[in-house]
Protein backbone atom coordinates (compact mmCIF):
# COMPACT_ATOMS: atom_id res chain seq x y z
CA UNK A 1 0.00 0.00 0.00
CA UNK A 2 1.44 3.37 -1.25
CA UNK A 3 1.08 6.33 1.50
CA UNK A 4 0.13 9.21 1.23
CA UNK A 5 3.06 12.10 1.53
CA UNK A 6 1.12 14.65 2.75
CA UNK A 7 -0.21 12.12 5.33
CA UNK A 8 2.06 9.59 6.14
CA UNK A 9 0.09 8.26 9.32
CA UNK A 10 -3.26 8.46 7.41
CA UNK A 11 -4.66 10.93 9.84
CA UNK A 12 -7.39 11.64 7.68
CA UNK A 13 -8.77 8.31 8.29
CA UNK A 14 -9.56 9.12 11.72
CA UNK A 15 -11.91 12.07 10.66
CA UNK A 16 -15.54 11.69 10.15
CA UNK A 17 -17.48 12.01 7.05
CA UNK A 18 -18.67 15.29 7.77
CA UNK A 19 -14.92 16.34 8.45
CA UNK A 20 -13.61 15.14 5.41
CA UNK A 21 -16.47 17.16 3.57
CA UNK A 22 -15.67 20.17 4.83
CA UNK A 23 -12.05 19.44 4.35
CA UNK A 24 -12.50 18.91 0.72
CA UNK A 25 -14.99 21.27 0.18
CA UNK A 26 -12.62 24.19 1.49
CA UNK A 27 -9.29 22.58 -0.53
CA UNK A 28 -11.77 22.87 -3.39
CA UNK A 29 -12.35 27.02 -2.83
CA UNK A 30 -8.28 27.29 -1.82
CA UNK A 31 -7.15 25.50 -5.10
CA UNK A 32 -10.14 27.05 -7.50
CA UNK A 33 -10.14 30.57 -6.02
CA UNK A 34 -7.27 31.15 -4.19
CA UNK A 35 -4.05 29.68 -5.32
CA UNK A 36 -4.55 31.34 -9.08
CA UNK A 37 -4.77 34.96 -7.91
CA UNK A 38 -2.65 34.83 -4.47
CA UNK A 39 0.96 34.98 -6.07
CA UNK A 40 0.21 38.59 -7.35
CA UNK A 41 -2.29 39.42 -4.39
CA UNK A 42 0.87 39.32 -2.51
CA UNK A 43 2.93 40.85 -5.03
CA UNK A 44 0.24 43.81 -4.84
CA UNK A 45 -0.14 44.17 -1.34
CA UNK A 46 -3.85 43.45 -1.76
CA UNK A 47 -6.46 41.45 0.50
CA UNK A 48 -8.75 40.04 -2.63
CA UNK A 49 -12.10 41.90 -0.71
CA UNK A 50 -13.87 39.73 -3.80
CA UNK A 51 -13.46 36.28 -2.20
CA UNK A 52 -15.21 37.42 0.96
CA UNK A 53 -18.60 36.87 -0.46
CA UNK A 54 -18.01 33.16 -1.25
CA UNK A 55 -16.28 32.84 2.32
CA UNK A 56 -19.34 33.27 4.03
CA UNK A 57 -21.85 31.34 1.21
CA UNK A 58 -19.86 28.28 2.50
CA UNK A 59 -20.47 29.11 6.48
CA UNK A 60 -16.47 30.02 7.23
CA UNK A 61 -17.61 32.81 8.98
CA UNK A 62 -18.33 32.47 12.57
CA UNK A 63 -18.52 28.41 11.38
CA UNK A 64 -19.09 27.28 15.42
CA UNK A 65 -21.41 29.51 16.35
CA UNK A 66 -25.06 28.18 16.52
CA UNK A 67 -26.89 27.92 13.76
CA UNK A 68 -29.43 30.66 14.99
CA UNK A 69 -27.26 33.32 14.49
CA UNK A 70 -26.66 32.59 10.76
CA UNK A 71 -23.70 30.49 11.54
CA UNK A 72 -22.60 27.04 10.84
CA UNK A 73 -22.84 25.22 13.94
CA UNK A 74 -19.92 23.39 13.05
CA UNK A 75 -17.29 21.67 14.95
CA UNK A 76 -13.69 22.81 16.43
CA UNK A 77 -12.00 19.88 14.16
CA UNK A 78 -13.91 21.42 11.55
CA UNK A 79 -12.81 25.09 12.49
CA UNK A 80 -9.53 23.58 11.97
CA UNK A 81 -9.80 21.42 9.07
CA UNK A 82 -11.36 25.19 7.21
CA UNK A 83 -8.29 27.12 8.89
CA UNK A 84 -5.60 24.38 7.85
CA UNK A 85 -6.94 24.20 3.78
CA UNK A 86 -7.23 28.23 3.75
CA UNK A 87 -3.84 28.70 5.12
CA UNK A 88 -2.48 26.15 2.29
CA UNK A 89 -3.55 29.06 0.51
CA UNK A 90 -2.62 31.87 2.13
CA UNK A 91 -2.07 33.08 5.87
CA UNK A 92 -3.49 36.10 4.98
CA UNK A 93 -6.78 34.05 3.56
CA UNK A 94 -6.87 32.41 7.17
CA UNK A 95 -6.07 35.57 9.27
CA UNK A 96 -9.25 37.17 7.92
CA UNK A 97 -11.15 34.36 8.94
CA UNK A 98 -9.56 33.64 12.18
CA UNK A 99 -10.25 37.34 12.97
CA UNK A 100 -13.94 37.49 11.83
CA UNK A 101 -14.88 34.65 13.34
CA UNK A 102 -12.48 33.85 16.46
CA UNK A 103 -12.33 37.90 17.41
CA UNK A 104 -14.53 39.74 16.77
CA UNK A 105 -17.77 37.23 16.20
CA UNK A 106 -16.49 34.83 19.53
CA UNK A 107 -16.59 37.71 21.81
CA UNK A 108 -20.06 39.19 20.45
CA UNK A 109 -21.25 35.57 21.08
CA UNK A 110 -19.88 34.92 24.55
CA UNK A 111 -19.76 38.21 26.08
CA UNK A 112 -22.54 40.09 24.36
CA UNK A 113 -26.20 40.40 24.96
CA UNK A 114 -28.71 38.46 22.90
CA UNK A 115 -29.42 41.97 21.39
CA UNK A 116 -26.17 42.65 19.87
CA UNK A 117 -25.75 39.03 18.87
CA UNK A 118 -29.34 39.50 16.96
CA UNK A 119 -27.83 43.01 15.53
CA UNK A 120 -23.82 41.29 14.74
CA UNK A 121 -23.43 37.79 14.44
CA UNK A 122 -25.66 37.47 11.34
CA UNK A 123 -24.13 40.31 9.10
CA UNK A 124 -21.21 39.19 9.98
CA UNK A 125 -21.60 35.87 9.00
CA UNK A 126 -22.68 37.17 6.01
CA UNK A 127 -19.97 38.69 5.59
CA UNK A 128 -21.54 42.13 5.04
CA UNK A 129 -20.17 43.51 8.53
CA UNK A 130 -16.57 42.78 8.84
CA UNK A 131 -14.76 43.12 12.51
CA UNK A 132 -11.41 44.05 13.67
CA UNK A 133 -9.75 43.45 16.90
CA UNK A 134 -8.39 46.01 19.13
CA UNK A 135 -6.02 44.60 21.90
CA UNK A 136 -2.15 45.37 20.58
CA UNK A 137 -0.94 48.76 21.69
CA UNK A 138 2.18 50.53 19.92
CA UNK A 139 4.23 50.19 23.27
CA UNK A 140 4.16 46.52 23.29
CA UNK A 141 1.74 43.69 22.13
CA UNK A 142 2.94 40.79 24.19
CA UNK A 143 1.58 42.67 27.49
CA UNK A 144 -1.96 43.85 26.90
CA UNK A 145 -2.26 44.39 31.13
CA UNK A 146 -0.20 47.15 30.27
CA UNK A 147 -2.68 49.06 27.98
CA UNK A 148 -3.27 52.75 28.06
CA UNK A 149 -6.65 53.39 25.81
CA UNK A 150 -9.37 53.56 28.45
CA UNK A 151 -13.13 54.24 28.42
CA UNK A 152 -14.31 56.73 31.00
CA UNK A 153 -18.15 56.78 31.51
CA UNK A 154 -19.88 59.87 30.45
CA UNK A 155 -23.77 59.97 31.77
CA UNK A 156 -24.92 57.03 29.66
CA UNK A 157 -22.34 56.81 27.60
CA UNK A 158 -18.53 55.84 27.28
CA UNK A 159 -15.86 57.73 25.93
CA UNK A 160 -12.75 56.04 24.29
CA UNK A 161 -9.30 57.27 23.90
CA UNK A 162 -6.07 55.82 22.58
CA UNK A 163 -4.18 53.71 20.27
CA UNK A 164 -4.17 50.09 18.62
CA UNK A 165 -1.32 48.90 16.43
CA UNK A 166 -1.21 45.69 13.84
CA UNK A 167 -4.95 45.59 13.60
CA UNK A 168 -6.13 43.18 11.03
CA UNK A 169 -8.98 44.25 8.77
CA UNK A 170 -8.28 47.34 10.27
CA UNK A 171 -9.27 49.07 7.04
CA UNK A 172 -12.01 47.05 6.13
CA UNK A 173 -14.18 46.77 9.72
CA UNK A 174 -17.69 48.26 10.09
CA UNK A 175 -16.97 47.46 13.70
CA UNK A 176 -13.76 47.25 16.12
CA UNK A 177 -14.04 45.38 18.83
CA UNK A 178 -11.89 47.45 20.97
CA UNK A 179 -10.56 46.59 24.53
CA UNK A 180 -10.09 49.24 27.02
CA UNK A 181 -9.16 50.12 30.54
CA UNK A 182 -11.88 51.20 33.03
CA UNK A 183 -12.49 51.84 36.42
CA UNK A 184 -13.66 48.59 36.46
CA UNK A 185 -10.55 46.43 34.78
CA UNK A 186 -10.36 45.69 31.20
CA UNK A 187 -13.66 45.88 29.34
CA UNK A 188 -14.76 45.57 25.52
CA UNK A 189 -16.87 47.58 23.18
CA UNK A 190 -18.06 47.24 19.67
CA UNK A 191 -17.16 50.51 17.73
CA UNK A 192 -18.60 51.58 14.77
CA UNK A 193 -15.96 52.82 12.60
CA UNK A 194 -17.76 55.32 11.48
CA UNK A 195 -18.35 56.66 15.13
CA UNK A 196 -16.45 60.05 15.17
CA UNK A 197 -13.19 60.37 16.31
CA UNK A 198 -12.03 56.85 15.32
CA UNK A 199 -9.79 56.15 12.47
CA UNK A 200 -7.94 53.68 10.61
CA UNK A 201 -4.80 53.74 8.94
CA UNK A 202 -3.27 51.31 6.66
CA UNK A 203 0.18 49.38 7.56
CA UNK A 204 2.18 49.32 4.66
CA UNK A 205 5.61 48.60 3.63
CA UNK A 206 4.92 44.89 4.86
CA UNK A 207 6.99 41.92 3.97
CA UNK A 208 4.63 39.34 5.51
CA UNK A 209 0.96 39.05 4.88
CA UNK A 210 1.09 41.31 2.24
CA UNK A 211 -2.74 40.01 1.18
CA UNK A 212 -4.33 40.76 3.74
CA UNK A 213 -5.30 44.50 5.43
CA UNK A 214 -3.37 45.41 8.84
CA UNK A 215 -3.85 48.98 10.18
CA UNK A 216 -3.14 51.31 13.02
CA UNK A 217 -6.23 52.65 14.91
CA UNK A 218 -6.84 55.74 16.91
CA UNK A 219 -9.82 56.35 19.15
CA UNK A 220 -9.90 60.36 19.68
CA UNK A 221 -12.83 60.62 22.12
CA UNK A 222 -14.97 58.02 20.80
CA UNK A 223 -18.40 58.50 22.01
CA UNK A 224 -20.77 55.23 22.12
CA UNK A 225 -23.76 54.11 23.95
CA UNK A 226 -23.74 51.86 26.70
CA UNK A 227 -25.71 48.97 24.57
CA UNK A 228 -21.95 49.16 22.97
CA UNK A 229 -20.34 47.56 26.00
CA UNK A 230 -19.73 43.37 26.07
CA UNK A 231 -21.28 42.65 29.64
CA UNK A 232 -20.36 39.47 29.87
CA UNK A 233 -16.70 39.60 30.71
CA UNK A 234 -14.22 42.37 33.00
CA UNK A 235 -10.14 41.50 33.49
CA UNK A 236 -7.69 40.41 30.91
CA UNK A 237 -9.39 37.15 30.73
CA UNK A 238 -11.83 38.37 28.26
CA UNK A 239 -9.24 39.18 25.06
CA UNK A 240 -6.98 36.18 26.40
CA UNK A 241 -10.53 34.11 26.23
CA UNK A 242 -10.67 35.31 22.52
CA UNK A 243 -7.27 34.50 21.69
CA UNK A 244 -7.43 30.86 22.60
CA UNK A 245 -10.07 30.75 19.82
CA UNK A 246 -8.06 32.35 17.22
CA UNK A 247 -4.44 30.68 18.55
CA UNK A 248 -6.63 27.45 18.35
CA UNK A 249 -7.07 27.95 14.85
CA UNK A 250 -3.67 28.98 14.05
CA UNK A 251 -2.20 25.28 15.62
CA UNK A 252 -4.10 24.06 12.27
CA UNK A 253 -3.19 27.07 9.79
CA UNK A 254 0.11 26.91 9.33
CA UNK A 255 0.05 22.70 8.96
CA UNK A 256 -1.58 24.05 5.74
CA UNK A 257 1.15 26.48 4.87
CA UNK A 258 3.60 23.59 5.51
CA UNK A 259 2.56 21.15 2.63
CA UNK A 260 2.20 23.54 0.06
CA UNK A 261 5.63 24.36 0.48
CA UNK A 262 6.57 20.51 0.98
CA UNK A 263 4.61 19.42 -1.96
CA UNK A 264 6.24 22.16 -3.84
CA UNK A 265 9.67 21.06 -3.46
CA UNK A 266 9.23 17.41 -3.09
CA UNK A 267 7.97 17.63 -6.62
CA UNK A 268 10.70 20.10 -7.84
CA UNK A 269 13.28 18.04 -5.97
CA UNK A 270 11.95 14.86 -8.39
CA UNK A 271 11.87 17.14 -11.45
CA UNK A 272 15.18 18.77 -10.99
CA UNK A 273 18.53 17.18 -12.56
CA UNK A 274 21.99 17.89 -11.20
CA UNK A 275 24.98 15.60 -11.65
CA UNK A 276 23.15 13.59 -13.70
CA UNK A 277 20.06 13.09 -11.15
CA UNK A 278 16.97 14.05 -9.69
CA UNK A 279 18.06 16.41 -6.57
CA UNK A 280 15.54 14.00 -5.18
CA UNK A 281 17.76 11.34 -5.25
CA UNK A 282 20.15 12.82 -3.22
CA UNK A 283 20.67 11.98 0.43
CA UNK A 284 20.99 15.51 1.47
CA UNK A 285 17.66 16.51 0.10
CA UNK A 286 16.00 13.00 1.01
CA UNK A 287 16.82 13.96 4.61
CA UNK A 288 15.11 17.95 4.27
CA UNK A 289 12.40 16.04 2.79
CA UNK A 290 11.86 12.89 5.29
CA UNK A 291 12.76 15.76 8.03
CA UNK A 292 9.19 17.63 6.78
CA UNK A 293 7.25 15.07 6.64
CA UNK A 294 7.88 13.93 10.22
CA UNK A 295 7.21 17.41 11.08
CA UNK A 296 4.10 17.74 9.48
CA UNK A 297 2.48 14.16 10.87
CA UNK A 298 3.49 14.97 14.19
CA UNK A 299 1.84 18.56 13.82
CA UNK A 300 -1.27 16.76 12.23
CA UNK A 301 -1.70 14.07 15.41
CA UNK A 302 -0.89 17.20 18.15
CA UNK A 303 -4.37 19.28 16.07
CA UNK A 304 -6.36 16.63 15.73
CA UNK A 305 -5.77 15.41 19.66
CA UNK A 306 -6.30 18.94 20.48
CA UNK A 307 -9.00 19.10 18.39
CA UNK A 308 -11.18 16.17 20.06
CA UNK A 309 -10.09 17.92 23.44
CA UNK A 310 -11.95 21.19 22.46
CA UNK A 311 -15.04 19.55 21.29
CA UNK A 312 -14.86 17.49 24.34
CA UNK A 313 -14.58 20.48 26.38
CA UNK A 314 -11.49 19.70 28.10
CA UNK A 315 -9.15 22.15 25.63
CA UNK A 316 -6.97 24.26 27.85
CA UNK A 317 -4.78 27.37 27.19
CA UNK A 318 -1.43 26.19 27.94
CA UNK A 319 -1.89 23.19 25.60
CA UNK A 320 -3.04 25.63 22.64
CA UNK A 321 0.51 27.40 23.35
CA UNK A 322 2.10 24.07 23.23
CA UNK A 323 0.75 23.67 19.61
CA UNK A 324 0.89 26.98 18.34
CA UNK A 325 4.30 27.13 19.17
CA UNK A 326 5.42 23.61 17.91
CA UNK A 327 3.24 24.05 14.77
CA UNK A 328 4.40 27.43 13.62
CA UNK A 329 8.06 26.68 14.16
CA UNK A 330 7.73 23.70 11.86
CA UNK A 331 5.78 25.64 9.51
CA UNK A 332 8.19 28.60 8.97
CA UNK A 333 11.40 25.87 9.22
CA UNK A 334 9.84 23.60 6.62
CA UNK A 335 9.11 27.07 4.17
CA UNK A 336 12.78 28.47 4.44
CA UNK A 337 13.67 24.28 3.51
CA UNK A 338 11.50 24.07 0.78
CA UNK A 339 12.59 27.32 -0.37
CA UNK A 340 16.32 26.78 -0.39
CA UNK A 341 15.49 23.44 -2.03
CA UNK A 342 14.12 25.32 -5.19
CA UNK A 343 17.48 27.13 -4.75
CA UNK A 344 17.23 30.38 -7.05
CA UNK A 345 13.61 29.94 -8.36
CA UNK A 346 13.07 29.71 -4.77
CA UNK A 347 13.35 33.46 -3.89
CA UNK A 348 10.40 34.37 -6.62
CA UNK A 349 6.57 34.34 -6.04
CA UNK A 350 5.79 32.22 -8.47
CA UNK A 351 6.71 29.66 -5.52
CA UNK A 352 4.42 29.42 -3.00
CA UNK A 353 7.90 29.13 -0.03
CA UNK A 354 9.05 32.44 -0.07
CA UNK A 355 5.28 33.62 0.26
CA UNK A 356 4.74 31.41 3.07
CA UNK A 357 7.91 32.02 4.92
CA UNK A 358 7.71 35.82 4.99
CA UNK A 359 3.83 35.21 6.41
CA UNK A 360 4.86 32.95 8.71
CA UNK A 361 7.10 35.00 10.76
CA UNK A 362 3.98 37.33 11.43
CA UNK A 363 2.04 33.75 12.25
CA UNK A 364 5.08 32.90 14.59
CA UNK A 365 4.55 36.94 15.87
CA UNK A 366 0.98 37.59 16.26
CA UNK A 367 -1.39 35.70 18.39
CA UNK A 368 1.57 35.90 21.25
CA UNK A 369 4.88 35.38 19.99
CA UNK A 370 6.88 32.09 20.00
CA UNK A 371 8.66 33.27 23.55
CA UNK A 372 5.00 34.23 25.01
CA UNK A 373 4.09 30.71 24.32
CA UNK A 374 7.18 29.01 25.20
CA UNK A 375 6.71 30.89 28.67
CA UNK A 376 3.04 29.93 29.16
CA UNK A 377 4.35 25.94 28.81
CA UNK A 378 7.35 27.02 31.19
CA UNK A 379 4.73 28.25 33.29
CA UNK A 380 2.42 25.54 33.38
CA UNK A 381 5.18 22.49 34.37
CA UNK A 382 6.88 24.48 36.75
CA UNK A 383 3.95 26.38 38.17
CA UNK A 384 6.01 29.42 38.15
CA UNK A 385 5.16 32.57 36.42
CA UNK A 386 8.16 34.11 34.49
CA UNK A 387 6.49 36.82 32.88
P1 LIG B 1 -2.46 36.25 33.46
O1 LIG B 1 -2.32 36.61 34.90
O2 LIG B 1 -1.76 35.04 32.97
O3 LIG B 1 -4.00 36.14 33.09
C1 LIG B 1 -4.95 37.15 33.38
C2 LIG B 1 -6.32 36.50 33.41
O4 LIG B 1 -6.62 35.91 32.13
C3 LIG B 1 -6.78 34.47 32.28
N1 LIG B 1 -6.09 33.84 31.13
C4 LIG B 1 -6.73 33.32 30.11
N2 LIG B 1 -8.03 33.15 29.84
C5 LIG B 1 -8.35 32.56 28.67
N3 LIG B 1 -7.45 32.17 27.77
C6 LIG B 1 -6.12 32.32 27.99
N4 LIG B 1 -5.24 31.95 27.06
C7 LIG B 1 -5.71 32.91 29.20
N5 LIG B 1 -4.50 33.23 29.72
C8 LIG B 1 -4.75 33.79 30.92
C9 LIG B 1 -6.13 34.13 33.59
O5 LIG B 1 -6.68 32.96 34.16
C10 LIG B 1 -6.44 35.36 34.42
O6 LIG B 1 -7.81 35.28 34.80
P2 LIG B 1 -8.30 35.87 36.22
O7 LIG B 1 -9.72 35.41 36.33
O8 LIG B 1 -7.39 35.26 37.24
O9 LIG B 1 -8.14 37.34 36.12
O10 LIG B 1 -2.02 37.52 32.62
P3 LIG B 1 -0.59 38.13 32.33
O11 LIG B 1 -0.72 39.62 32.36
O12 LIG B 1 0.44 37.46 33.21
O13 LIG B 1 -0.30 37.74 30.82
C11 LIG B 1 0.00 36.50 30.43
C12 LIG B 1 0.36 36.47 28.93
C13 LIG B 1 1.74 37.04 28.67
C14 LIG B 1 0.35 35.00 28.54
C15 LIG B 1 -0.68 37.26 28.10
O14 LIG B 1 -0.61 38.62 28.36
C16 LIG B 1 -0.50 37.03 26.61
O15 LIG B 1 -0.99 36.03 26.08
N6 LIG B 1 0.22 37.94 25.87
C17 LIG B 1 0.29 37.89 24.41
C18 LIG B 1 -0.71 38.84 23.83
C19 LIG B 1 -1.26 38.38 22.50
O16 LIG B 1 -1.26 37.22 22.17
N7 LIG B 1 -1.78 39.31 21.72
C20 LIG B 1 -2.44 38.97 20.51
C21 LIG B 1 -3.21 40.15 19.96
S1 LIG B 1 -4.45 39.71 18.77
C22 LIG B 1 -3.62 39.21 17.43
O17 LIG B 1 -2.43 39.08 17.39
C23 LIG B 1 -4.47 38.90 16.26
S2 LIG B 1 -3.64 38.42 14.87
C24 LIG B 1 -4.91 37.58 14.15
C25 LIG B 1 -4.74 37.27 12.72
O18 LIG B 1 -4.50 38.18 11.89
O19 LIG B 1 -4.95 36.07 12.40
P1 LIG C 1 6.63 43.01 21.78
O1 LIG C 1 5.58 42.59 22.72
O2 LIG C 1 7.23 44.35 21.93
O3 LIG C 1 7.79 41.90 21.78
C1 LIG C 1 9.12 42.17 21.31
C2 LIG C 1 9.99 40.95 21.60
O4 LIG C 1 10.07 40.75 23.01
C3 LIG C 1 9.44 39.65 21.03
O5 LIG C 1 10.49 38.88 20.50
C4 LIG C 1 8.84 38.95 22.25
O6 LIG C 1 8.82 37.53 22.12
C5 LIG C 1 9.84 39.38 23.30
N1 LIG C 1 9.30 39.23 24.67
C6 LIG C 1 8.12 39.70 25.15
N2 LIG C 1 7.98 39.37 26.44
C7 LIG C 1 9.08 38.69 26.80
C8 LIG C 1 9.53 38.07 28.01
N3 LIG C 1 8.80 38.10 29.12
N4 LIG C 1 10.73 37.45 27.99
C9 LIG C 1 11.48 37.43 26.88
N5 LIG C 1 11.13 37.98 25.72
C10 LIG C 1 9.94 38.61 25.68
N6 LIG C 1 -2.93 42.56 17.38
C11 LIG C 1 -4.25 42.78 17.63
O7 LIG C 1 -4.63 43.19 18.73
N7 LIG C 1 -5.18 42.56 16.65
C12 LIG C 1 -4.84 42.13 15.41
O8 LIG C 1 -5.71 41.93 14.55
C13 LIG C 1 -3.46 41.90 15.13
N8 LIG C 1 -3.07 41.55 13.87
C14 LIG C 1 -1.74 41.48 13.58
C15 LIG C 1 -1.33 41.28 12.25
C16 LIG C 1 0.02 41.26 11.94
C17 LIG C 1 0.44 41.09 10.52
C18 LIG C 1 1.00 41.41 12.95
C19 LIG C 1 2.47 41.37 12.63
C20 LIG C 1 0.61 41.61 14.26
C21 LIG C 1 -0.77 41.67 14.58
N9 LIG C 1 -1.18 41.95 15.88
C22 LIG C 1 -2.52 42.14 16.15
C23 LIG C 1 -0.20 42.26 16.92
C24 LIG C 1 0.51 41.06 17.50
O9 LIG C 1 -0.34 40.35 18.36
C25 LIG C 1 1.76 41.57 18.22
O10 LIG C 1 2.69 41.97 17.22
C26 LIG C 1 2.36 40.54 19.14
O11 LIG C 1 1.50 40.24 20.21
C27 LIG C 1 3.71 41.01 19.71
O12 LIG C 1 3.62 42.32 20.19
P2 LIG C 1 4.70 43.42 19.72
O13 LIG C 1 4.75 43.40 18.23
O14 LIG C 1 4.38 44.71 20.37
O15 LIG C 1 6.09 42.88 20.25
Redesign the pocket.
Known amino acids: MSLSPTDLFDVRSLLSDEERMVQDTVARFTDEKVLPIIGDCFDQARFPKELVPEIAALGLLGSSLPEEYGCAGMSGVQYGLICQELERGDSGI ?2 FV ?2 QSS ?1 CMYPIFQYGTEEQRRQWLPAMAAGEVIGC ?1 G ?2 EPHG ?5 NMKTHARKDGGDWVLNGAKM ?1 I ?1 NGNLAKIAIVWAQTEDGIQGFIVPTDTPGFSAQEIHRKMS ?1 RA ?1 VTSALFLDGVRVPESARLPGVK ?3 GP ?2 C ?2 Q ?2 YG ?1 TWGPIGAAIACYAEALGYAKERILFGRPIAATQAVQLKLAEMARRITLAQLLVLQLGRLKDAGRMQ ?1 SQ ?1 SLAKWNNCRMAIDIAREARDILGGAGISTEYAPIRHQLNLESVIT ?4 ET ?1 HQ ?2 VGREVTGI ?1 A ?1
Open positions: RSSVLFLTGSDPAWTLSGLKLGLTARIPVYEGTVLVNF
